[in-house]
C-alpha cells in the first residue's frame, strides 16, 4: 500500500525545487514528467518510440501514454513505498484517467504551492540565463556583478524567450485554465493541502514537510 504525493503549483512557484528537496526527506521516488520523457527517448523504449512519433509531428503524447509510462516507472523497486510527482497530472482528464488507474489503497496527498500572478511574473521575467554555461542569475534575487554578465564565466546574460513577461503571462493563463481545476477535484476527496509558495524556499519546504507527515501519510512509512 504505498503512498502518492503530487505537487501541484503555477510555473515559477519553485516545484521542481520542493519535490526533489521533499522526495530526498521521506525517502520516496522523485518523478517529473520531463524526467520520464527523458528517460524512455534515450533509452529508446517502446513507449519511447512511441512517443517520439507524436512529437515528431508536433502532437501532444497521449494521456494514456503517459500514464503507460508512469506505471511502467512505478514499477521499479524504488517507487515500492510510493513515490512523488511533479508536474503530472496537469489536467482534469489526466487527473481522472490517474485515480482510476491507481491500485486500491493507495494514499493520496496533493500539495498545492500558492504564488500570486503578481510574485510569479517577478519571479520569473527577472530571470538571466548564461548562454555559455547555463548559470541563471535574477535581477532582484542574484544580481550580477557587472549588468548583463555572468558572475561564474563572464559569458552573456540572456532573458530566455519562456522568461519573457509575454510568454510568462500566457503560460499563467494556461496554468489557471488547465491545472487549477485540480484544486477543486483534490479538495473535494479531502486530500489537499494549500502551502504559502511565496515564502522563502526553506520555510516552503518547512511547511510542505509537515503536511506531508500528518496522520494521511501513515500508510507510507
Ligand atoms: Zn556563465
Given amino acids: 500500500m504505498g503512498c502518492v504525493v503530487i505537487l501541484l503549483g503555477p510555473p515559477g512557484a519553485g516545484k521542481g525545487t520542493q519535490a526533489s528537496r521533499l522526495g530526498k526527506d521521506l525517502a520516496l521516488a522523485?518523478?517529473?514528467?520531463?524526467?520520464?520523457?527523458?528517460?524512455?527517448?534515450?533509452?529508446?523504449?517502446?513507449?519511447g518510440k512511441r512517443a517520439k512519433s507524436f512529437m515528431d509531428s508536433g502532437a501532444l503524447v497521449p494521456d494514456a501514454l503517459v500514464l503507460d509510462m508512469l506505471f511502467d516507472r512505478v514499477a521499479r523497486p524504488d517507487c515500492e513505498k510510493g513515490?512523488?510527482?511533479?508536474?503530472?497530472?496537469?489536467?482534469?482528464?489526466?487527473?481522472?484517467?490517474?485515480?482510476?488507474?491507481?491500485?486500491?489503497g493507495t494514499t493520496v496527498r496533493a500539495l498545492n504551492l500558492r504564488v500570486s500572478d503578481d510574485v510569479l511574473l517577478e519571479?520569473?521575467?527577472?530571470?538571466?540565463?548564461?548562454?555559455?554555461?547555463?548559470?541563471i542569475q535574477h535581477m532582484l534575487f542574484s544580481r550580477p556583478k557587472q549588468a548583463?554578465?555572468?558572475?561564474?564565466?563572464?559569458?552573456?546574460?540572456?532573458?530566455?524567450?519562456?522568461?519573457?513577461?509575454?510568454?510568462?503571462?500566457?503560460?499563467?493563463?494556461?496554468?489557471?485554465?488547465?491545472?487549477?481545476?485540480?484544486?477543486?477535484?483534490?479538495?473535494?476527496?479531502?486530500?489537499?493541502?494549500?502551502?504559502?509558495?511565496?515564502?522563502?524556499?526553506?520555510?516552503?519546504?518547512?511547511?510542505?514537510?509537515?503536511?506531508?507527515?500528518?496522520?494521511?501519510?501513515?500508510?507510507?512509512?
Avoid: W
Fill in 30 to 47: 522523485h518523478i517529473s514528467t520531463g524526467d520520464l520523457f527523458r528517460d524512455n527517448l534515450a533509452r529508446n523504449t517502446e513507449l
Fill in 123 to 135: 519571479r520569473l521575467s527577472g530571470r538571466r540565463t548564461c548562454d555559455a554555461c547555463g548559470n
Fill in 148 to 221: 548583463g554578465v555572468c558572475d561564474k564565466c563572464s559569458g552573456k546574460l540572456v532573458q530566455r524567450a519562456d522568461d519573457s513577461a509575454e510568454v510568462v503571462q500566457k503560460r499563467l493563463k494556461v496554468y489557471r485554465e488547465q491545472t487549477q481545476p485540480l484544486e477543486a477535484f483534490y479538495a473535494a476527496r479531502k486530500n489537499l493541502t494549500h502551502v504559502d509558495g511565496s515564502v522563502g524556499s526553506d520555510e516552503v519546504f518547512a511547511v510542505l514537510r509537515k503536511s506531508v507527515q500528518g496522520p494521511v501519510m501513515e500508510g507510507c512509512r
Fill in 83 to 104: 513515490y512523488l510527482l511533479d508536474g503530472f497530472p496537469r489536467t482534469l482528464p489526466q487527473a481522472e484517467a490517474f485515480e482510476k488507474a491507481l491500485p486500491r
